[in-house]
């Protein structure tokens, strides 16, 4: 990711530290993946035809790899028209392409894009059902919004409430009520033949979706094993 004085490369890289802060907690390794913002594929350079035209890219992105996780950082444009958000969103789609490109067959359905709404998003009701529009749409890769609030004061509460939604979701670190063993290997154990990543990811969305009651939680765990391999 490259460091430029624009507020755009601000926002992405404040979210690029704190990011990295978030792993470090969670005992996941972390390296900035600049490669995933590139224009060409992967082994191409010098080939006209394997690339794509910087107007069909998004003109500010970035790379990180967390864990099995990549992740692209992007922003989303300051009015929320809808016609502009998918025409954003057409811009990163590309951009997804061209990063799976870089990333070990086995880990592209990993590929994460975060994207950021422009400040005061958070509290504009025109933008929330199109954060959920694009969230909505799964090709290429799975899609998260943060809208920002009104003030950079309140930056680090929203966001923690943002990757909440995220695979770096740790609940049963704050749950005292959660008493099972806890699942943070599940990210370790996932590229163990013996673990269908399909499986892994099952557990990790159960994880993050745990209201308080352990029991159910453990059902849906054991349930999700169960059919592990099934088509």
Known sequence: ??????????ALRWIADTLKEYAEEADLPFREAPELAYSV??????????SIASRDLPFSCGGLEIGRYHVLLGLLPEAPREDDI??????????????RSYIAP???LDLQLFLIGPRGSEIAEPWHPLALL??????VARKLVWLRPDHANNDMKSFADFTKRSFLARPWKHDARFSMATL?????????????RTTAGEWVKLAAEH???PAALVD????SWEKRGTP
């Open 106 to 108: 086995n880990a592209a």
């Open 134 to 139: 694009i969230e909505r749409e799964e090709r």
């Open 41 to 50: 594929f992967r082994g191409a350079k010098d080939t006209g035809a394997a």
């Open 211 to 213: 209201r308080g009651d």
């Open 1 to 10: 990711m490259t460091d430029q004085r624009s507020p755009a490369q601000d």
């Open 184 to 196: 943070d290997n599940i990210s370790q154990a996932a590229p163990d033949e013996d673990i269908p």
């Open 220 to 223: 849906g765990l054991v349930r």
């Open 86 to 99: 998918l025409e954003t969103l057409r811009l990163f789609r590309n951009q997804c392409v061209v990063a």
